[in-house]
């Protein structure tokens, strides 16, 4: 089960004076409230329609969703503060793509000190855990299809604004999915990194002295981005913080589970040490090159880390090739066989390991070798019972 990493944990989870809406209550005089969608950690997420025609701010659906943010009595200031620069960052470079396909959009956005007002776009529909968790496996074809869209929101994100933005909270419950699946947008900014590249210098906005994140989809390369020297003078490929998330997201949703059994903060390690499971040897519709996809986004061990994606375009391409249905692609061949891999679970099937460990006289050429034998004596016996 995933974790989410809370690193105060914080004991009294009461928010000082907190604000609840109910319905026709008006928000920023422009949003009637619906009704609450839900809510967690420090926010709540309300369905609502717009009650002013003509805004000035690209509001072109009639619903939306508002989302509070509150701070928690006794939350520290600077966790507070900074969450707030990073989803006020995000909000207004999301504000600036309109109507951009992957992202959801961003109407409003109200600072008031110890609350947080965002209006988004509504998505009638689900988040891909949900689709996930229902399923326990996606098809191959669907699955493909949200993960391509998936990964232009991330491609996005990476390139098209001003300051590049690593999301670092990637998940399927970050990807809202339209009931027709026909909308699939990237969710949830709070904890996103922004970065200014210039040259072989790289500058990091945002302070990144936490590890904050889901366990499960978090980048070993995460545990030592805090030791970096924030000067630019040691470059960090902060591309892979996604790349690696978006590996474990197609890999649970073709095998409706993540691949390492992450606990702890410690776990977050696991991929530097063991590796994700063969799916093509356990899933009939999925080929060997979505294997190598997925290795080509996960691959910590150190011996296999110069195979790792350095950007969002070479992962891209790999879908690319995928979706030209080419055998000799589909089926090439794995760049970590199967019975090299070492599983952290160890009640992993590996079919190499398997047949590996099965006897001679275990196998099918032992009961074939054996019948015609059988056969042999048999037929001698007869001919010379006939000679007689």
Same mark, same amino acid.
């Given at each position: 089960?995933? @974790? !989410?990493?809370? !690193?105060?944990? =914080?004991?009294?989870?009461?928010?000082?004076? %907190?604000?609840?809406? !109910?319905? /026709?209550?008006?928000?920023?005089?422009?949003?009637?409230?619906?009704?609450?969608?839900?809510?967690?950690?420090?926010?709540?997420?309300?369905?609502? !329609?717009?009650?002013?025609?003509? &805004?000035?701010?690209? =509001?072109?659906?009639?619903?939306?969703? =508002?989302?509070?943010?509150?701070?928690?009595?006794? #939350?520290?200031?600077?966790?507070?503060?900074?969450?707030?620069?990073?989803? %006020?960052?995000?909000?207004?470079?999301?504000?600036?793509?309109?109507?951009?396909?992957?992202? *959801?959009?961003? +109407?409003?956005?109200?600072?008031?000190?110890?609350?947080?007002?965002?209006?988004?776009?509504?998505?009638?529909?689900?988040? &891909?855990?949900?689709?996930?968790?229902? %399923? @326990?496996?996606?098809?191959?074809? $669907?699955?493909?299809? +949200?993960?391509?869209? *998936?990964?232009?929101?991330?491609?996005?994100?990476?390139?098209?604004?001003?300051?590049?933005?690593?999301?670092?909270?990637?998940?399927?419950?970050?990807?809202?999915?339209?009931?027709?699946? /026909?909308?699939?947008?990237?969710?949830?900014?709070?904890?996103?990194?922004?970065?200014?590249?210039?040259?072989?210098?790289?500058?990091?906005?945002?302070?990144?002295?936490?590890?904050?994140?889901?366990?499960?989809?978090?980048?070993?390369?995460?545990?030592?981005?805090?030791?970096?020297?924030?000067s630019g003078k040691e470059k960090i490929n902060v591309n892979q913080f996604d790349i690696f998330s978006l590996g474990i997201i197609l890999y649970e949703m073709l095998a409706g589970e993540t691949p390492f059994n992450v606990e702890k903060a410690e776990d977050i390690e696991l991929p530097a040490k063991y590796d994700v499971p063969?799916?093509?040897?356990?899933?009939?519709?999925?080929p060997p090159c979505i294997d190598n996809i997925i290795f080509k986004c996960v691959a910590y061990q150190q011996k296999d880390q110069t195979f790792l994606y350095k950007n969002i375009q070479e992962l891209l391409n790999d879908i690319i090739r995928y979706e030209t249905n080419d055998d000799d692609v589909l089926n090439e061949k794995?760049?970590?066989?199967?019975?090299?891999?070492? $599983?952290?679970? #160890? #009640? *992993?099937?590996?079919?190499?390991?398997?047949?590996?460990?099965? @006897? +001679?006289?275990?196998?099918?050429?032992? +009961?074939?070798?054996?019948?015609?034998?059988?056969?042999?004596?048999?037929?001698?016996?007869?001919?010379?019972?006939?000679?007689?």
């Open positions: 089960m995933s @974790k !989410k990493i809370n !690193k105060n944990d =914080v004991k009294d989870n009461i928010i000082e004076n %907190e604000i609840k809406y !109910k319905e /026709n209550d008006i928000v920023l005089d422009k949003y009637s409230i619906i009704k609450e969608l839900g809510s967690g950690g420090t926010s709540t997420v309300y369905l609502a !329609k717009k009650i002013v025609e003509n &805004l000035d701010d690209n =509001v072109n659906d009639e619903l939306v969703a =508002v989302k509070i943010m509150q701070k928690r009595d006794g #939350k520290d200031d600077y966790d507070w503060e900074k969450k707030k620069k990073e989803v %006020e960052i995000c909000c207004r470079a999301d504000m600036l793509t309109k109507d951009n396909d992957y992202i *959801i959009r961003t +109407f409003d956005f109200l600072d008031e000190g110890d609350k947080i007002t965002i209006v988004m776009e509504y998505i009638d529909g689900c988040s &891909l855990k949900d689709i996930i968790e229902k %399923e @326990k496996g996606i098809p191959i074809d $669907y699955a493909m299809y +949200f993960f391509k869209k *998936i990964v232009l929101g991330v491609n996005d994100l990476h390139n098209v604004f001003q300051h590049q933005i690593i999301h670092r909270d990637l998940k399927p419950e970050n990807v809202l999915i339209s009931s027709d699946f /026909n909308t699939i947008k990237i969710i949830d900014f709070g904890i996103s990194t922004i970065i200014v590249n210039d040259g072989e210098k790289q500058k990091i906005l945002s302070d990144e002295k936490d590890l904050i994140g889901t366990y499960d989809y978090i980048s070993p390369n995460a545990l030592h981005f805090r030791q970096a020297d924030k063969c799916l093509s040897e356990t899933i009939p519709d999925v794995l760049i970590k066989p199967a019975i090299n891999r070492i $599983y952290h679970n #160890k #009640k *992993i099937f590996n079919i190499e390991i398997e047949k590996s460990k099965i @006897k +001679f006289f275990e196998t099918s050429w032992f +009961f074939i070798i054996i019948t015609i034998v059988c056969a042999i004596v048999i037929i001698v016996f007869l001919i010379s019972l006939y000679l007689k």
